[in-house]
């Protein structure tokens, strides 16, 4: 498998700091016929830089020096466009070029978010009618698209709950959390004011009933269930662990993180979930990664329609307006109205796959998910192995453990393979896990390549671990020391002291 | 795994132990192996008060972040400032140097509800 090893030229680059000279510039500014004022004249003290703070340090370069800089770092870059991105719970599909083009339509990168209504009737209409397909696909009454991403969704949900139980006055304080979920699971409850409640999945890798009955009370305002799980597993037991929360007054929460794997096939609002947030960056192909833009909207029952977010699009007669007037909202999530390009492109990409095509996408999705499962169950541990998974799978590194390999080594192994390495430590009840995420975008043989190098490494942690160990090889940049790097951040650069001789 | 005879310890694996009537409260070398090379601490006020079961502070390496759970009630009487500035000695020492917390007169009760070093290790072994 050696010969698959990455080769080719990438340039050593030093920091933008090391390239500057003394005086160099990009531009010489021409102020023509405008008289140059000095700052002081125009400008309050008060928000003047201080003499004593000179620009000393900063770099002075041409403007060739910079695009060579930034374009060599980009070159260093790996990304879903430049080879396969299996990490795992981030569905990394590859994002259909159509969607870039109608995102920079200008009618729609043009607008100005305090246009008049008037003359953005297109884009309150597509945002309308996203909302609209998403209730569909999710089975929800009601749907906000502000929520800028993930995170931000879950806080939305979880305060329209809280505002829910307030105005009814209602005091319940907990929210169960699986130790399954995503961290920011409990952070998200933490922040509206919840005290979290763990609890552990059964042996089969999902939430129980019994479990959850041992925890529940008339103190539980909601449960907060991914599904899929992060273990890539179907909570099969999700609508009785909600009648059971109903009835005790409490709302079911899902995180829709992995709603790649149901569109088409099955809705959680059938499935008794009252409040859900969907990842459009992730599902709907949107670029994303390396920190956005993301998009969470966030589904209702439509008794917790009143406490979304404002404004809300609402059609009136065939044409669209925002509307505020809403008393019981939790209010503004934003400035405007959410990533506003993320959600043309989930828009362009609905109506391109249409019912069909997106029922297609997630039946690939796990079908790749379990190929990739069944290619590599023989080489590496797969803890929750009773049932297929849904669009993603987890493996442990038990077996590589004997030679002293752990995950962390594999993953870096991948990289010299010119892969992405999987999500690596998570979820945290698999020791060691390895959690990966083809996508329904990948071919066949991508997925049998990526197998027989997952195998390549396996037999490389038993006749010579070394080179596991030492990962990766060939990448610009070697073996980092992680550690180091987190409890000694060093953040700004300094100019070296001059060696003494 | 080092698992000394002479400590208490909880389930959620961290260690106590004994002196007079003083609780001293760290992470077991079972903890900081899993977690790999902590880079990182956060641990109560003095002064401050602690329940058991709850937690008490925070405990984050390279792979993960977790909470850390009070052994025992009780007033916290003392900080280990030390492993706040260089988390790495809870890897390094995790019985000695890395102690994290002093806890105040804990109830007989709560010290009976401790796992001796054999459950703790055949609870770790059921665990795997």
Request: proline letters at 7%; glycine letters at 8%.
């Amino acid at each position: 498998m050696k010969e698959r090893a990455v080769k080719g030229l990438k340039i050593k680059e030093s920091l933008i700091f090391e390239r500057s000279a003394p005086d160099r510039r990009g531009i010489e500014p021409s102020y023509g016929a405008v008289p140059a004022i000095p700052p002081a004249d125009l400008i309050p003290k008060r928000f003047l830089r201080s003499p004593d703070d000179t620009m000393e340090g900063f770099p002075e370069v041409s403007e060739g020096d910079v695009v060579r800089h930034y374009t060599r770092l980009s070159q260093w870059n790996f990304g879903v466009d430049t080879g396969f991105y299996p990490l795992g719970s981030c569905t990394m599909k590859y994002n259909p070029r159509i969607n870039e083009s109608i995102a920079r339509l200008p009618g729609f990168k043009d607008l100005h978010p305090m246009q008049d209504e008037e003359y953005t009737q297109g884009a309150l209409r597509l945002m309308f009618e996203l909302a609209e397909d998403l209730s569909e696909i999710t089975g929800m009454g009601a749907m906000t698209l502000q929520p800028a991403a993930g995170a931000q969704g879950e806080l939305c949900g979880l305060l329209a709950i809280a505002a829910y139980f307030k105005e009814r006055g209602i005091n319940k304080k907990r929210v169960i959390i699986p130790d399954t979920a995503h961290g920011t699971n409990p952070a998200s409850a933490h922040i509206a004011g919840f005290d979290v409640t763990p609890v552990k999945v059964g042996p089969e890798g999902i939430l129980t009933l019994s479990s959850v009955l041992d925890v529940l009370d008339d103190d539980v305002a909601a449960i907060m269930l991914t599904n899929p799980n992060t273990l890539g597993l179907f909570e099969s037991h999700i609508k009785e662990i909600a009648d059971a929360l109903h009835e005790r007054g409490g709302l079911m929460y899902c995180d829709g993180a992995n709603l790649n794997a149901l569109m088409g096939i099955s809705r959680l609002g059938d499935m008794g979930v009252d409040v859900i947030h969907i990842n459009l960056h992730k599902t709907f192909s949107s670029p994303h990664g390396g920190g956005g833009p993301g998009s969470g909207p966030v589904g209702v029952i439509k008794a917790l329609e009143p406490y979304l977010p404002v404004p809300r699009i609402v059609k009136k007669g065939d044409t669209f307006a925002l509307d505020s007037e809403y008393p019981l909202s939790i209010g503004r999530l934003g400035a405007f109205y959410g990533n506003f390009a993320v959600m043309v492109r989930a828009y362009a990409y609905i109506r391109r796959l249409g019912p069909e095509g997106l029922k297609r996408v997630s039946e690939t999705a796990i079908l790749n998910a379990n190929y990739i499962r069944a290619g590599l169950k023989e080489r590496f541990e797969l803890p929750f192995d009773h049932v297929p998974c849904m669009h993603e799978c987890v493996f442990s590194d038990k077996r590589q453990n004997e030679h002293g390999v752990s995950t962390l080594d594999m993953a870096k192994r991948l990289m010299d393979y010119g892969y992405h390495p999987p999500t690596i430590y998570f979820p945290t009840v698999v020791h060691g896990a390895m959690m990966i995420e083809p996508t329904e975008t990948e071919s066949l043989e991508t997925l049998d390549n990526f197998i027989k190098t997952m195998i390549s490494i396996a037999d490389e942690a038993e006749s010579e671990p070394e080179i596991i160990k030492n990962a990766p090889h060939n990448t610009i940049v070697g073996r980092i020391d992680e550690a180091r790097a987190a409890r000694k951040p060093c953040l700004r650069w300094t100019e070296p002291k001059e060696e003494s001789s | 795994m080092s698992t000394p005879e002479d400590l208490k310890y909880t389930k959620e694996h961290e260690w106590v132990r004994l002196e007079g009537d003083t609780a001293v409260v760290g992470i077991t070398d079972h903890a900081q192996d899993s977690l790999g090379d902590v880079v990182y601490v956060e641990l109560p006020e003095e002064g401050s008060d602690v329940t058991k079961d709850e937690a008490f502070g925070v405990v984050e390496s390279v792979k993960a972040v977790s909470d850390l759970y009070a052994p025992l009630s009780g007033n916290v009487v003392e900080v280990n400032e030390a492993v706040v500035d260089a988390p790495e000695v809870i890897n390094e020492d995790p019985y000695g140097e890395g102690w994290m917390i002093k806890i105040e007169s804990p109830s007989e009760e709560d010290i009976a509800a401790l796992l001796s070093a054999d459950e703790y290790e055949q609870y770790v072994e059921e665990e795997k």
